[in-house]
């Protein structure tokens, strides 16, 4: 889903968390060299980031306004253990 990239929400841990130099350098290199990022932009359902904190950082670097983002599946790992899935 496209998603204008000033409305997703990054937590404290993430910004406490930023990614060494090395590892952005990498990632902008995977960027530049296939025109999409090597991990995806996964928010949860209120557009707080949960992965792909350095491709949330590559997009601000290169002024992206909008980016394409994918829903975390996280509601699924959490279901309750006794709930059977047809």
Known sequence: MIKKLKNIKISKQFKMNYPGQIKLMSK??????????????????NNILVDGYTSYIIAQMLNKKICESEKSMKQLVDMPRNLQIL
Do not use: A, S, T
């Open 28 to 45: 902008i290199e995977y960027y530049l060299r296939n025109n999409k990022f090597e991990q995806p932009i996964v928010i949860n359902k």
